[in-house]
């Protein structure tokens, strides 16, 4: 099995700054994509950022110029880095993993859209 274990998160005040951190963990031989979204109280899960095995990235037109994400394929870890943190910006943060290839036991499994636990960003103003 695969499990992806976020880190980062907290509390903070607006115009800070703050780093997530996703591991996936197992015997993963790749994962294809992988990104963090969010998701604020009374609203629906929204992309945040994602980046591919290659370094293409991808990110939401609200978080551009403040978020980096960045990655570490030999570890399957995954980085947000978030300045000028808003207000808005507060929700919890989910890590995904994408088009994952892992063993369990002697065999090979290919599958899509693991997510993390989630870990709380609160944004004070």
């Known amino acids: 099995q695969v499990q992806l274990v976020e880190s980062g998160g907290g509390l903070l005040q607006a115009g800070g700054s703050l780093r997530l951190s996703c591991a996936a963990s197992?015997?993963?031989?790749?994962?294809?994509?992988m990104g963090w979204y969010r998701q604020a109280p009374g609203k629906q899960r929204e992309l945040v950022a994602t980046?591919?095995?290659?370094?293409?990235?991808n990110y939401a037109d609200s978080v551009k110029g403040r978020f980096t994400i960045s990655g570490d394929n030999a570890k399957n870890t995954v980085y947000l880095q978030m300045n000028s943190l808003k207000p808005e910006d507060t929700a919890v943060y989910y890590c995904?993993?994408?088009?994952?290839?892992?063993?369990?036991?002697?065999?090979?499994?290919?599958?899509?859209?693991?997510w993390g636990q989630g870990t709380q960003v609160t944004v004070s103003s």
């Open positions: 995904n993993a994408d088009q994952i290839t892992y063993y369990r036991g002697s065999l090979l499994y290919n599958e899509y859209d693991y």
């Open positions: 980046i591919t095995t290659g370094g293409s990235t």
């Open positions: 197992g015997r993963i031989i790749s994962i294809n994509v």
